[in-house]
Structures are given as C-alpha cells and as structure tokens.
C-alpha cells in the first residue's frame, strides 16, 4: 500500500514568488491536513480538507491557501513568499479527523 | 480548552537506559492519544496509539505508552535506549467531539548518548 507522495521535496524560491506543493494520500483517505515545521515553532496545522471542502484552518494568513481535488490529492499555494515562509511543510492523510494521521516525507521550503 | 503538553524539550539518556518522555492531555473525556516519531528531514511516523482498548499500548522500535485517565497522562517508555533512538518525539490527540484535526505538543528531542 503506497504511502503519502508529496512533491518535490525540495524547494528554493525567490521573495515575492509563489510556489504549489502538491500531496498525493493514500488510497482511501478522504482527510488532508497540511503542517507547517520551523525550528523556531515547532509543527503548525495550516488547513484541513475533507471530501474536497476546507474543515479546519489555523491561523495563518491569506496567502496560504490550499484545496483537494475529486481524488482527494491535495494543493497547498503560498503567494507572494516571505523569508519567514522557509520551512518544512507536511502533509498528512487520514481516514478521517478521529484515526491516526498517516503522514508523508515533507517539502523543504527555502526562501532567498 | 483542549490541549496537550509535552514535558522538556530536551531529554538526554545514555545508551542502554531507561527512556521516558512525558505527555499530557487537557480534556473533560479521554480522547484518543498518539505518539510519532521524527528522524532529520524527514516525515512523522506513527509509533503508536490509544484509541479506548488497552490502556497500555505497545508500539514500534520497543516503545510502549501507558493511558492514565486519573493522571491525564500518556507517556512514552523504553526500557533500553538505543542510538538509534534518537530523533524527536510528538505526542498527538485527537478530541472526541468535533471534526477538530490532531492536536500535536510542541515535541521532544531525545538524545541518545554512548
């Protein structure tokens, strides 16, 4: 059984970019959740998709958006990037909010 | 409010000893209790998990976590560390009521020493 893909796993982007980070979960799991990971932080929830529809947010500003498509694969944008945006972000698939969250090798963000 | 907390930040053990990282839960109803584990660079991994059976719960690598509802605690044990062991450490909850995701502690960086 194929775990969470996520894609790429690195990154490097200029301020003021954009940048899409894709995750493929595992088959039959219809919860996304997306996680920010900064030494200084710690592990952040950004957002959550269900059946294609946004459950949860955390509280992090606009430009982080994110949605999941009819095959529950999910997206993550972040517009107009910041140094401060340079991190590892996570993404995580589960049954549903209650099961174990199965996790995938993160994206490694760097921000020049 | 529905919280959980992980004791140090920082736990430091020789190889070969005892290895027990704290965590606890605020809730009025016994949630459901994970704990994963992070190597460098890498993605979380689920050692293992309470979900109301057992309350002590045997996972990966040796681990095994122990569910006190009275203490509202669900350490993590291992009798004998290894330097493989190494890496940090996340307790997770998931709050009975709700569609609220996993709530995770802030983590804990155990070291291994020779």
């Known amino acids: 059984k194929a775990g969470v893909t996520q894609t790429p796993r690195y990154l490097i982007k200029t301020r003021g970019q954009q940048v899409t980070l894709s995750c493929s979960p595992i088959?039959?799991?219809?919860?996304v959740s997306w996680y920010q990971q900064t030494p200084g932080q710690g592990l952040q929830f950004l957002f959550e998709?269900?059946?294609?529809?946004?459950?949860n947010k955390g509280n992090f500003p606009g430009r982080f958006s994110g949605r999941q498509f009819s095959n529950s694969r999910s997206e993550m944008n972040v517009s107009t990037l910041e140094l401060g945006d340079s991190a590892l972000y996570l993404c995580?698939?589960?049954?549903?909010?209650?099961?174990?969250?199965?996790f995938g090798q993160g994206t490694r963000l760097t921000v020049v | 409010a529905q919280s959980v907390t992980q004791l140090g930040s920082h736990v430091s053990v020789s190889e070969g000893a005892l290895v027990l990282l704290r965590c606890n839960y605020s809730?009025?109803?016994?949630?459901?209790l994970f704990w994963y584990v992070q190597y460098p660079n890498q993605g979380l991994q689920l050692l293992l998990k309470?979900?109301?059976?057992?309350?002590l719960v045997k996972g990966i690598n040796g681990f095994e976590a122990e569910f006190k509802k009275s203490e509202t605690s669900f350490h993590l044990t291992k009798p004998s560390a290894h330097m493989s062991d190494a890496a940090e450490y996340f307790c997770?909850?998931?709050?009975?009521?709700?569609?609220?995701?996993?709530?995770f502690g802030k983590g804990t960086r155990l070291s291994v020493i020779a």
């Open positions: 995580a698939s589960s049954r549903d909010s209650k099961t174990e969250a199965f």
């Open positions: 088959s039959g799991h219809r919860s």
């Open positions: 998709y269900f059946s294609e529809t946004q459950r």
């Open positions: 809730s009025s109803v016994p949630p459901y």
């Open positions: 309470y979900t109301s059976a057992a309350t």
């Open positions: 997770a909850v998931s709050f009975i009521s709700g569609n609220t995701p996993l709530v």
